[in-house]
């Protein structure tokens, strides 16, 4: 005798045979996802099945199974160093690090970008960010050394700029503009002395260095002028002004959009709303 089956305890059946298999699908997928991410070190460097490459392409010479990647570009396995892929020749795999800025060193040399600092102390040697680095004797800008410069005294100060005890720096560059060891960096590209206000390490000829500060969005001023990215803000007043947002800004008198007036805005009821 056939015994009829109610289609509701078909259906239900069906449905959940349909989303056993789906979650055994995601469970297959999510592992395969786990293995393939655990086996991709990061910045081009990737290992499958027991094989090293960069980029796509094998390096031939790695061992898998010591193969570590660095940060910046370097790995290493127990017997050779590579930048970007390439071996880097004669340095020691046991002792070498990355630093950071595209610098590393073993116990015996210092390296940028996978190339030796011909004259740096691997002992001494350390980065001061942004492209800076400096031992005991030199100091160095995107693996160059700065002439002249005093490593004891030499920091980095943000934005490009540096300075020791006797001279100021920007990118690496011996700066004749500024009194190097009172050199202040501010946002927007501004910096300043006790004498001088600059914009992209250009003097403003008409900055007030005592009294200027840097406000938002490439606005700053001083008790009597206004600047919008190095120029001069004409007919604004410093000590009212006062920035909007999304690049406006407004006295008690005028609204100004990237430093220039806007013809027939009325400053006490304007307001930014996004988007321009």
């Not at 800025?101 to 001061?128: E, M, P, Q």
């Not at 403003?204 to 206004?226: I, Q, V």
Request: hydrophobic share 35%; net charge positive.
């Amino acid at each position: 005798m056939i015994t009829s089956v109610p289609f509701k305890i078909i259906l239900v059946a069906l449905l959940l045979g349909a989303a056993s298999s789906s979650i055994s699908a995601k469970s297959i997928q999510n592992d395969s996802r786990s293995h393939y991410l655990q086996n991709q070190p990061g910045d081009g460097y990737a290992k499958i099945e027991g094989r090293i490459y960069y980029r796509g392409k094998e390096i031939s010479s790695a061992n898998a199974a010591s193969f570590q990647f660095l940060g910046d570009g370097y790995a290493k396995d127990t017997w050779k160093v590579y930048f970007r892929g390439v071996a880097v020749s004669d340095a020691s795999p046991s002792t070498f690090q990355s630093l950071g800025d595209g610098y590393a060193r073993d116990a015996w040399k210092v390296y940028f970008y996978g190339r030796v600092l011909s004259g740096a102390t691997a002992s001494t040697f350390k980065i001061l960010g942004n492209g800076y680095g400096k031992d005991s004797w030199k100091a160095y800008y995107l693996g160059k050394e700065i002439s002249g410069a005093s490593a004891s005294s030499f920091e980095n100060l943000g934005r490009g700029y540096a300075k020791d005890n006797w001279s100021s720096y920007f990118k690496g560059e011996k700066n004749d503009r500024t009194a190097g060891p009172t050199t202040q960096v501010f946002g927007g590209q501004y910096s300043k002395d006790n004498w001088s206000v600059y914009y992209k390490n250009q003097k403003l000829a008409d900055a007030s260095a005592s009294t200027f500060e840097y406000l938002e969005n490439g606005y700053a001023k001083d008790a009597w002028n206004l600047f919008y990215r190095g120029v001069k803000v004409e007919g604004g007043s410093p000590n009212s002004f006062k920035l909007v947002g999304n690049g406006y800004a407004a006295d008690p008198w005028a609204v100004y959009y990237q430093g220039v007036k806007v013809k027939g805005a009325s400053a006490s009821t304007f307001q930014a709303l996004g988007g321009g």
